[in-house]
């Protein structure tokens, strides 16, 4: 593993934990040459997963962005970084039993709110007025009355 502030090559592991439920492992590294600490994470990929994005083009499923929005969706709420990293090995896991290997974002947002409606609903709402684009007040009290509310429903 390279260092990020020299590019050593000859980085050292000072401490291997699992990390994400046993998905992966966190690695803490020190650089010999400067002396710099960080951390990396290694994880099993089944298949490369590839991003259909809306305008046709695609990209390589990147868990980092993934984290990032689902981590801005959750921002102030009691849902740790841990937990976080949970639910996208959960959609994850989810994507790679359709057997395919290419997915639109549309199904990728659609595993998303599902994911963050069991775990934290105010969460959900967050998403889904980015992720459809909500507009204005309105946009959001229909789509609580109407997701939301079925959501209770389907549990009583």
Do not use: W
């Not at 639910?87 to 709110?113: D, H, P, S, Y």
């Amino acid at each position: 593993m390279h260092c990020p502030f020299c590019s050593c090559e000859d980085t050292i592991v000072k401490d291997s934990r699992p990390a994400e439920d046993g998905a992966s492992i966190r690695r803490r590294r020190l650089c010999p040459d400067c002396g710099g600490r960080f951390t990396t994470f290694e994880r099993v990929q089944m298949r490369e997963l590839k991003v259909i994005k809306r305008d046709g083009t695609k990209e390589h499923f990147m868990h980092e962005k993934l984290h990032r929005s689902i981590s801005i969706a959750l921002r102030k709420r009691e849902i740790s970084d841990e937990q976080i990293d949970q639910m996208i090995n959960t959609i994850v896991k989810e994507l790679e039993r359709t057997g395919e290997n290419e997915f639109a974002t549309a199904q990728l947002g659609e595993v998303v709110m599902r994911t963050l409606a069991q775990t934290d609903p105010v969460g959900y709402v967050r998403y889904a007025s980015v992720y459809r684009e909500f507009e204005k007040a309105e946009d959001f009290s229909k789509f609580v009355e109407n997701e939301l509310g079925s959501m209770k429903k389907k549990k009583d």
